[in-house]
């Protein structure tokens, strides 16, 4: 393949209001001599250019609905004009007192056919020069058809029909522009959140840089009640930030030095210093922004639906006009009223709402849940999530918090306690065990001396524990099964073992070869909220929820006890877990919940594949389907109540469109549908699904 077919370049469009509009202009693009392939993202006003093409070229591709385009790359601000200053709200102020005008005159009079003619040629100007220009091009869209019926309508005396279509048309325009408007600024809100400049300080100076001229490794001073303008490592001892705009979570969080930052929080209180570690366009923000564009751009199963339907509607529509046209004034006469019905027919015949219905649902309910901590990474997944009956859980930092403590301390021999930790700590700071960390932690918070515990020949003993000498005696830490290798186990401490596993600890024994001298608990965790999400899951209709996990059986018992898990399928290796998704699979949709990193296999085999924490991993982010942004699983229900809300608009427009259509051609039949009404219907299905779908945006928590 040449370079300039692998050349691709982002551009944004401005001015981008009708999904048919943006297939065209695709469609122009794609026309277009040094244009290998073009993709237009009609949620994110954004287009995707494979090969060459000046930005001049790409904008006369677009003239016919008067695009603006300019590189993705390119900082610009986007002007919001007042909707009353606009050029087409004035026009529409115009036509209305010219229409209110030539109906006080009389229909029929002359005053008014020329009042009704000035209503049309202002209220419908822009509308004639790209309806005109499609028609010789033999491009049939809703500008030309409007254009046709219009022209068709003052050309057999409707002066009257005419102008009213020219307003009708042009408020149903107008209104269908701003709710399209409304469904992108969850979007273009969140591109608004991190500030476009910060505080770094280089040598003794402290300058006000723009984030694109930052480089990793700089030192960000951030304010309280400042905003974070990138990410990277807090330097500080302590402060506390508000991650809403990222995580969806309510609560200010604490941060502490190593503790990572993300661009776009909210520094409460305390001084920050912060190491930068990622460059402007790589923060996590900017890639969610990426992300849930790029989200919006996949088609949901009911879109494709829609499209591959409205391709054969549309010139179905188109022939059945110029059939009605032609054959009935050749049979009875009365070309008049017979050309009068096919242009109703024409109009009314419009697919607008239809093709419409879906994208604009997906468009709201993907940035609603961007705003609220959720990132889904297409239309595909949303319409998945709403059908799931079941939901697997891995357990550890899932159901639980990730971080094991030590939870019992049970002195076998005559040790203190301080002891006990002191040589157990001293042993497991030299280890990468899992657990180790939980046991050098209880000894740091009991301020036990680990410079009076020196371990020498640390040695790890694989999948059983360590040992190493602590003051002159080979200590073993490690698991019953370590123990019971090398000496008869008591059967009171037995019971002792199976009582604490029995409540979802992990054991672990301290000793010589010759005695034991503790065991010691590690337990990770149930988070608080885990029992309230899975019985709002099953609220939810969830038919089965499970836990796949590796861990040991009594663990997983006691932890699904805990939240009210359905099922357990524990001491899995990740092939096996593959497998339980597999199975879960053959009865119904089936989710997966994990931390992204681990368990690939299974977040790929699963319906819909759910991260948590992605603010948090580049991994989630790039490997789920859904990635819950904050460490909190309650984001959950709130994606499948979003998903499913979403499913029910769809649903509804697409009835809606199709229910308004029928009845308007079914009026076609003796003559009663007017071009006004036709007009009236088929805007104002399209301004009724558009309306409709931004009900997502209430969608809430």
């Not at 993202?41 to 494979?50: C, E, M, P």
Request: charge should be neutral; hydrophobic fraction near 45%; proline fraction near 3%.
């Amino acid at each position: 393949m040449s370079e300039t077919a692998e050349k691709k370049s982002v551009y944004r469009v401005q001015g981008l209001t009708c999904a048919n509009c943006a297939t065209k202009f695709e469609q122009n693009v794609k026309n277009l001599s040094e244009v290998k392939e073009a993709k237009v993202n009609f949620g994110a006003s954004k287009l995707s250019v494979i090969g060459e093409a000046s930005v001049a070229e790409l904008e006369k591709a677009g003239a016919f609905e008067g695009l603006r385009v300019y590189p993705e790359k390119e900082k610009r601000g986007i002007v919001r004009e007042p909707f009353w200053k606009k050029k087409s709200t004035v026009q529409i102020f115009i036509s209305a007192a010219l229409l209110a005008a030539g109906y006080i005159a009389g229909d029929g009079q002359n005053s008014a056919t020329i009042l009704f003619g000035l209503t049309i040629i202002i209220g419908g100007y822009t509308l004639f020069i790209k309806g005109i220009k499609s028609l010789v091009k033999l491009s049939f869209n809703m500008n030309t058809i409007m254009t046709i019926a219009i022209l068709g309508a003052a050309a057999i005396g409707q002066w009257a029909e005419g102008a009213t279509v020219v307003f009708l048309f042009a408020i149903s325009e107008a209104l269908e522009s701003y709710s399209m408007e409304k469904a992108r600024q969850s979007i273009r809100s969140l591109m608004d959140v991190a500030p476009k400049e910060a505080i770094i300080r280089r040598g003794n100076e402290e300058l006000q840089v723009p984030v694109d001229q930052i480089a990793i490794g700089d030192i960000m001073i951030v304010k309280p009640g400042q905003k974070i303008a990138m990410d990277g490592s807090v330097l500080s001892e302590h402060a506390m930030v508000n991650q809403a705009a990222i995580t969806g979570e309510s609560l200010p969080v604490s941060k502490t030095k190593g503790d990572d930052v993300f661009a776009g929080t909210l520094n409460e209180e305390g001084l920050l210093e912060i190491r930068v570690t990622k460059h402007a366009e790589d923060t996590t923000i900017a890639r969610i922004i990426h992300l849930v564009e790029e989200a919006q751009a996949e088609k949901a199963p009911s879109q494709a639906f829609v499209d591959r339907f409205a391709k054969y509607y549309t010139p179905g529509i188109m022939l059945a006009a110029l059939l009605t046209a032609i054959i009935p004034p050749l049979m009875v006469g009365d070309w008049g009223a017979w050309i009068y019905r096919a242009l109703a027919l024409l109009v009314v015949g419009c697919p607008c709402a239809l093709v419409i219905s879906t994208p604009v649902s997906i468009v709201t309910a993907i940035g609603n849940a961007a705003r609220n901590g959720v990132l889904i990474k297409g239309g595909i997944h949303l319409e998945e999530t709403g059908r799931l009956t079941a939901i697997a859980f891995d357990k550890t930092g899932t159901l639980t918090k990730g971080a094991p403590v030590v939870t019992d301390v049970v002195r076998i021999g005559s040790a203190e306690e301080q002891d006990i930790l002191g040589i157990a700590a001293s042993i497991e700071k030299w280890s990468e065990h899992p657990l180790a960390s939980a046991i050098v932690k209880k000894a740091d918070d009991a301020s036990v001396d680990l410079h009076a515990y020196k371990a020498d020949q640390f040695q790890s003993i694989t999948g059983k524990g360590a040992k190493a000498i602590v003051r002159g005696e080979m200590y073993y830490i490690g698991s019953p099964l370590l123990f019971s290798e090398m000496m008869q186990m008591d059967a009171a401490v037995s019971e002792q073992i199976l009582a604490l596993q029995s409540q979802g600890k992990t054991v672990m024994l301290l000793g010589t070869e010759q005695e034991m001298t503790a065991l010691l608990a590690v337990a990770d965790e149930v988070r608080s909220s885990s029992r309230s999400l899975i019985e709002k899951l099953h609220s939810l209709g969830i038919k089965k929820t499970v836990i796949l996990t590796g861990d040991n059986k009594a663990t997983a018992n006691a932890v699904a006890k805990a939240v009210g898990i359905d099922e357990v399928k524990a001491e899995l290796m990740p092939a096996q877990k593959l497998e339980a998704i597999k199975a879960l699979k053959q009865n119904g949709n089936v989710a997966m919940v994990g931390d992204g990193v681990n368990d690939a296999p299974a977040l790929a085999s699963a319906t819909v594949g759910i991260a948590m924490g992605g603010a948090g991993t580049d991994t989630a982010l790039e490997t789920a389907d859904i990635a819950l942004m904050g460490d909190d699983l309650r984001k959950l229900p709130f994606a499948i109540q979003l998903s499913r809300k979403t499913m029910t608009i769809i649903k509804e427009n697409i009835s809606i469109s199709l229910l308004i259509k029928v009845a308007a051609l079914l009026l076609i039949i003796p003559g009663w549908l007017t071009l006004w009404m036709a007009v009236f219907a088929d805007m104002g299905a399209t301004l009724i699904v558009t309306l409709n779908s931004l009900r997502l945006l209430q969608v809430k928590e």
